[in-house]
């Protein structure tokens, strides 16, 4: 157990829909981090929030947006899903909010839009 | 940017026989590299990590990986595999400081009794 919880598990839905999919990170950690796997692209970086705040960002469709509550919880919404988006979204913690690569996962949410 | 890439995406050795699995990073800067292990149906957990001390690095699980600067590879080892072996591996690179992990496209080891 790495301590992050991601809710929900699984998730199904319709094209042109819009989903939320929330993240716990371990206790203490500040840095919440949400990354796309799919088959054909592998594990893609979409964004990081370090302590509410927004410290970088990757291959995140304008669709998508997340935030980081007080609380440290992070939810990323996705809209007008297309059937493309059906990936495992997985949420992951650290302590600090420089990179030092030793990220903790959660065990996903799998998306899927049809 | 920093980039990985993993040769093979899926490699099958049998129970007790050697596990190499093969990573090639690209960066401008000195890199930081990581080995990730994805179990089914769970998320991702560090194997072990490279960040500019011993090259010979040893994690979790019996493995090792050695950074060899002038091949620019990072491969993952492990003398004897064991049934409990099978699952995805990752190997991952960053720099210090803001810039994101960023992973290979995965290698998926099977182990054959």
């Known amino acids: 157990d790495s301590g992050v919880t991601q809710t929900p598990k699984h998730l199904i839905t319709a094209t042109g829909q819009r989903v939320t999919l929330r993240c716990s990170p371990r206790?203490?950690?500040?840095?919440v981090y949400w990354y796309q796997q799919s088959l054909d692209q592998g594990l893609q970086f979409l964004i990081q929030?370090?302590?509410?705040?927004?410290?970088a960002k990757g291959n995140i469709l304008e669709r998508f947006s997340a935030q980081q509550f007080p609380d440290l919880h992070s939810e990323l919404n996705l809209s007008s899903l297309e059937l493309g988006d059906s990936a495992l979204y997985f949420c992951?913690?650290?302590?600090?909010?420089?990179?030092?690569?030793?990220?903790?996962f959660g065990e996903g949410s799998r998306l899927t839009v049809l | 940017a920093q980039s990985v890439t993993q040769l093979g995406s899926h490699v099958s050795v049998s129970e007790g026989a050697l596990v190499l699995l093969r990573c090639n990073y690209s960066?401008?800067?000195?890199?930081?590299l990581f080995w990730y292990v994805q179990y089914p149906n769970q998320g991702l957990q560090l194997l072990l990590k490279?960040?500019?001390?011993?090259?010979l690095v040893k994690g979790i699980n019996g493995f090792e990986a050695e950074f060899k600067k002038s091949e620019t590879s990072f491969h993952l080892t492990k003398p004897s595999a064991h049934m409990s072996d099978a699952a995805e591996y990752f190997c991952?690179?960053?720099?210090?400081?803001?810039?994101?992990?960023?992973f290979g496209k995965g290698t998926r080891l099977s182990v054959i009794a």
């Open positions: 929030y370090y302590n509410g705040e927004e410290r």
């Open positions: 206790s203490g950690d500040l840095s």
């Open positions: 960066s401008s800067v000195p890199p930081y």
């Open positions: 992951a913690s650290s302590v600090l909010g420089m990179n030092t690569g030793e990220l903790f």
């Open positions: 490279y960040t500019s001390a011993a090259t």
């Open positions: 991952a690179v960053s720099v210090w400081g803001n810039t994101p992990l960023v």
